[in-house]
């Protein structure tokens, strides 16, 4: 089948050309860039030389329903919410991988300072974080793609919080990623002499994460949960941990909620739960789809502590798209992505 | 004043003698290696070429007892403990900088794996947190100087515990440090290899600072106090930054909260608090003594958030113990100590 | 095809392991670990849980002569010496990523401190820089694959040294390598808190790579060649670029020296030249078999400038090993080698 | 006496201010920026809360000369050459870190590409290569601040030179930077998702201090002198190395010219010279003012390899600045840069 790409200049959009091109069942034709149309992604990027040699075009969509079967948008914060409705007015796949369908109308303003999509736009889509969400994803012809910190966190809380052990309220997600998920945009803060050897905690309180995480956990408990998310900026590429600290409403050992966890993920090739007293760091899944997940009961203080690793563009964004896009043909929830993490 | 530094090969040590250097009252004039006594410091560590040229000297306590007025202990865990209890009974100020008088006797069996000294003997050590301490270090001749981890901690959060407003219950501390912190000794987690581009949470639930922190938490609030601390090693060298999280008993504001921090430290010269809505980062206070706070109440969840930035080998280590010493010979508090952070 | 590999714990090894995961034509059934052995390559190295889930056997050449069709040797210098001699007289294919095969007697025993083996021994080896001696490596069964250093400075010289244009003496190869180049032996040099942030030359003069980069020189030159090499350790995990100076006998322009690269390297997939005025950086090639090169002419001083960047533990050990692997068995050079580089 | 810093925003000026906050003889009195003037340098670098509060002013020379004794520029290219004509006119002791005064007006012209200032205003401008030019620097009123390349290169490559030993043809400086020699200003180049943990080769052939070190060799050696300059950016904050290669012109050792570096440089404070056998690290000198030298004679390759590391902020900016301010008044030389490099 043939994909194409939206935004095809971002790191995400990068990682999904990568990893795309070893997949099996399709392949990458189109490569859309608003800004950069006409010239070639190896002129914007020397590392794609000999990769990928093909051209970026402007966005047509009465040209690509005719050149692709699957179309993904890697596309900055409010582009897709302008150009997604009248795609699903088209026989292509779609899958979004910003923010723009992933959050009830209000919460979007609220939460990205910009108009959002029509509520009924939204309910279209379905929220991609493929182990929870598999069978409706099978049934899906859009998908928006959850945030990196949204992912981990996610995949992290749910177990636990769907069993009613966890409390509701006081959990506090402390969220570390490597300045990749910042993206292509120059800034301050990602200058190198700035950044280079410095922990930066930024956003407090703000950051557009959170309705997403507090949405999704309140459906999975039949009941409202609020999180705390702080997320802070690591001296490194790629990699994002959160460490989530959740109150335990009765007294349990980490045996049994490793046990949960093992029982839970059982049937989940990418979930990789590290042994009792292990936690997991991010260099042991950068490179690849794996969501590492490490358990610590904290008896002292009735505390759970639970910690995933992802890597921020790959499981935290395409490696879950291609994912979503394997759901949805029915092909296994692994093809083209049986990557090994790249270490050291 | 002569000042004789014990276990001079270590981080810490490094850091004593250069800052010492600049100190008008002082003159660091023996160092004192078991180790590598008869050798250079300079020999083991090419950059103080020129900046140190004595030998270091085996331990010998008699010949200290002449030679210096100010005696350092910067060993590692488990050497102080056998030979300061002799240093007490001389006229020599000492500074511990190790853990091994900083916790009651049955924590620190129970966090250090080591036999602890006797009780009386932790009992003589004046707990160095310079800015909550000052009048009981004024009056010491022997002070246990506090962890890195400890001090971050503390300052953060003693005085939302003073307040009563505090929890105390559900306090979390999600530490984050360079490597420095972890010392000289080479490990297969600080091989640069495996540690650089990583992030690594080490010690869940087992680091030795946890009962240290509580002690004093304890102490301030009248009230037990339980805090869960999550250690992570981050790819740098220098800086720690604790993000907290504490829940409250009634609703506040952050102006509330941020009022209250600077009427604590408004006489306290190294503590700097950040405008509300902005962060410490720790490259702000690299190669000084200044404790950066940041302050934000998550109204949406009740929670506190305190965060704390400092250089681990200043102001939690070789600055703070040379606090202590201004404080004990009742020089000013900054004396010797009022450096820039060093940026970029 | 099955493979086994010799000295399964090394970073070499490990490159090994994952990329040949994706190989269409072999399969790697046996690794193998003199200290290990027993043990789950899992448990050293938790980053391969569920990708490889068999344990480390003891080397048994009477086994793996039966179990697989090809060996790799990718164990510290001083091994592979003792034990290829006996692997020869079988009918396994073998390629060795240690240097005790890349040069004669003396130079071994001179530059590696190390007792070498027999004359005849080390005649049996091909030297496997692939894109130069393909024809003799599709004809070998036993490869000595090339140092990392001596693969990127070689593919840099040999194209201006057979014209004749370049100087025989006072080319200088000023190195610079990530640390993962040093392996995983823990040692001061590499301890992250010593070699975060800092450049470090290292081995001047004493290279062991140097022999065999001018051996090569000098046989494609049919003309002695003396060459400097200073090796330098960058604060990076992968990476290596050779900047090089060649002094040149007759005045020339960037233009024709740009040509004779690209005629030289017209049929060879992994080289990438880049455009004059631009040069080659290593996070371009890292994740992949690239070999970027660079031409500057200096027309002010008469100096070829050669830049070839690569990635140490790819084009630098694994890939190339696979890349002969493929040649000796009548495959493409390409094959199962087509990665993408990884970026950011 | 009183200090004034044109351009304070800059990281030159950054270590401008915070090496003379120690300096004994001086206060910096007026912090100048035209881009900023009225806000305070603490609202641009948080991290000069509480060391630096008062504002950045306008550039008024009618104040200045009344306020101030000694006036810095640390602005970039292209401004000082407009402002100091002026300044020149007044009885202001003047420094310049830019590369303005550097050269002779046609090589200004080619290698910066802007219009040069008059040659005769060149004239009045003493080359500040502190140990060099010291005598030269005692009487002048009126430095042109070396670059930072330069410095490293030309106290490297001087002794040699003037011994009439090294070829004046045929010299090659690899030099190698942290990236805070690139400056404040964002580029795609210091975006931290790219620069981090690569190396990167840049401005082959076209860095503007080629000229400035070539003017200064051939005047010491009283005949011209060619070098060939290729810069490289290295993923760290601070440091740089120059690692050089002089072909002799007679046979020489190690031994030889390690004396005859000794003996030049045997009254210099801040120059040490490594070992035989050892090389300086980068690390080893960040934080001081030192220039770190090692010296290699390759006598298979008749090449003295020279390396010489400083942090380039100081020794290859402030702190050679401060340097030529002590001589420029009469003061002892290390007069406030008596600093220990900062480690780890």
Known sequence: ????????????????????????????????SHSHHGERLSDLYPHLTKVIERPLIEYDLSYLEKAVDILFFATPAGISKSLVPEVLETSLQCIDLSGDFRLLKKDYEEWYGKEAVASDMQENAVFGLAEIYKDKIR????????????????????????????????????????????GRTLSRMTHFSEMNDSLVPYKFGKHQHTPEIEYYLSKEASKEVTVTLATHLVPMTRG??????????????????WQLYKDFYTNDPFVRLHPIGSMPQTKQVIGSNYVDIGIHVDERSDQVIIVTAIDNLIKGAAGQAIQNMNLMNDWSIQEGLEFSPIYP
């Open 240 to 257: 994002l941990i959160c460490t989530m600290y959740v109150p335990i409403t009765q007294p349990t050992t980490t045996k049994d909620i």
């Open 139 to 182: 049934q899906a012809t859009f998908i928006s793609n959850p945030g990196c910190y949204s992912t981990a966190a996610l995949m992290g809380l749910i177990p636990i919080i769907k069993t009613g052990l966890g409390s509701k309220k006081g959990i506090i997600i402390d969220a570390k990623s490597g300045t990749s998920g910042a």
């Open 1 to 32: 089948m043939k994909v194409g790409i939206v935004g095809a200049t971002g790191y995400g959009a990068l990682e999904l050309i990568r990893l795309l091109k070893n997949h099996p069942r399709v392949e990458v034709t189109e490569i859309v």
